[in-house]
């Protein structure tokens, strides 16, 4: 046998070598698109989530003051509005307030720590604001991002059967998460998608035998969703009720079935406290108790008013801003309705596991646009797109990979489906260049003008696009030019 591993082709149970699954095109275009990480910071989130690696690296505390002024200085902070918030009010604790959690930092930690040392070895300022750390930093959340990519493609072929890679090469090109890996990278954006796409995965190989060291790993993973963004601990909602369906049926099962169920629960929740502990003690010293400050729990109101303005309105809308969650979100009605595709092999999976899984990933869209619809600034203003959804990333693959099989059983089927998809990808890229440029409301939808620029102007521009995006990148996405 060849040296080269052999992978099962989808639904044929036939082993065929990588190179003709397709699986290399996700590797290849993510070292192609290298050079497109912008390695600056711009926004005010940045700068907070940035800020807990300076201050815990070289000044050894939580006082964010030093920071906040340099990028006031620098420029990204200079606004009345990141000055009044964060250099002018303090938290409950009397320190300048800090919104983040401390999960994306601890990721970055390692490549933060390589852009010290590329500072040193080329003799740059070691100063921890200098270039080299901010770039280490953008590559490295670029890599998480296509981590995010890679295990939610993993996450379709284990749930579906079906070969995950085009669902996900056209989520990761047809959703926010492009934006939030290639143009603002220091954002927390592709590290939550890589948590959730992480804790998805995870999930999915525990809850086979639900064993004592798949509960710890599960354990772990999960305390890292809130510690990456507070409102991801939503997700770990439906793997626990997953694990309360097998626990009640194993606890029926026999006299002392209900011993296993609990042993592994205690397992789980423990480890989860153990690996959520940093977070606590960062709340603690910041805010002096552990939790958020009161400041985020003013923007809350959990009758969620804004549940289906979140999805359907111009106003930073899902929907509006990434008309392909619809179509993926179809494939998961799909799944759940027991559908499968012409000559599938509904073997790999049971039906009813199938049905029941994607009514738990439904789920977990339900608990994110409740979560996303309590927030006060619903509308996140001035960001790219419905951002709070990045975290779909491996859910919305899922679904896709679902239905592709499903309305391409012919040649034209699976031409028109091809140019379908290629139309919201691009949809996706065109939102993009008129947010960068500044030809769009950045607040609002125009979706006949937003239509024609993208389709009608943009095709001749792009090619003077993507030259000045590599030439002239501070043209981009930045306040305009006076």
Not at 283 to 301: D, E
Request: hydrophobic share 50%; glycine share 8%; aromatic share 14%.
């Amino acid at each position: 046998m060849s040296s080269e591993a052999l992978v099962s082709e989808p639904n044929t149970g036939r082993r065929v070598r990588p190179w003709r699954s397709g699986r290399w095109i996700l590797p290849l275009l993510f070292v192609a698109l290298l050079p497109a990480v912008t390695t600056r910071i711009n926004a005010s989130d940045e700068i907070q989530f940035f800020a807990w690696l300076h201050s815990w690296t070289f000044d050894r505390d939580v006082d964010f003051e030093n920071e906040y002024r340099y990028f006031v200085d620098a420029g990204p902070g200079r606004n009345p509005g990141f000055i009044a918030t964060f250099l002018e009010m303090t938290n409950e604790a009397g320190r300048r307030p800090n919104f983040a959690p401390i999960g994306s930092a601890i990721l970055w930690l390692p490549f933060y720590a390589a852009g010290h040392l590329a500072a040193g070895l080329t003799g740059g300022i070691t100063d921890g604001f200098s270039r080299p750390y901010i770039a280490a930093v953008a590559y490295g959340s670029a890599l998480y991002g296509f981590a995010a990519v890679l295990l939610s493609a993993a996450v379709a072929r284990r749930l579906t059967g079906a070969n995950g890679t085009t669902a996900a090469a056209v989520v990761w090109f047809g959703t926010p998460l492009l934006f939030y890996m290639y143009v603002a990278p220091v954002f927390a954006h592709a590290c939550s998608a890589f948590a959730v796409a992480l804790f998805l995965w995870t999930w999915l190989r525990v809850r086979e035998r639900w064993s004592v060291g798949g509960m710890v790993a599960l354990g772990l993973t999960a305390a890292l969703l809130p510690m990456v963004r507070e409102q991801d601990a939503f997700v770990a909602i439906a793997p626990g009720v997953d694990f309360l369906r097998w626990a009640w049926r194993t606890g029926r099962a026999q006299p002392d079935g209900w011993r296993a169920p609990l042993v592994r629960a205690a397992v789980g929740v423990a480890t989860g406290l153990t690996g959520y502990l940093p977070q606590l003690l960062a709340y603690t010293a910041l805010n002096g108790h552990p939790g958020p400050t009161v400041l985020v729990s003013r923007k809350m109101t959990w009758t969620s008013p804004h549940f289906l303005e979140v999805l359907f309105s111009p106003r930073h809308g899902f929907f509006f801003w990434t008309p392909l969650a619809l179509v993926a979100l179809a494939g998961l009605v799909w799944l759940a309705a027991g559908r499968t595709a012409p000559g599938e092999d509904a073997a790999s999976r049971p039906a009813a596991d199938r049905r029941w899984l994607a009514l738990l990933l439904l789920l977990i869209v339900a608990l994110q646009v409740y979560v996303s619809g309590s927030v006060e600034s619903w509308t996140v203003a001035g960001a790219f797109g419905q951002r709070r959804f990045v975290a779909l990333t491996p859910v919305l693959t899922v679904g896709l990979a679902a239905l592709l099989p499903a309305v391409s059983a012919t040649r034209p089927v699976r031409a028109a489906v091809a140019a379908g998809l290629a139309v919201l990808v691009w949809w996706n890229v065109g939102l993009m260049a008129q947010f960068g440029l500044h030809l769009m409301d950045r607040q609002r939808l125009s979706p006949a003008d937003n239509a024609w620029t993208t389709f009608v102007e943009l095709p001749a521009r792009m090619p003077g696009l993507v030259a000045r995006y590599f030439a002239d990148r501070e043209s981009f996405y930045g306040l305009p030019r006076e």
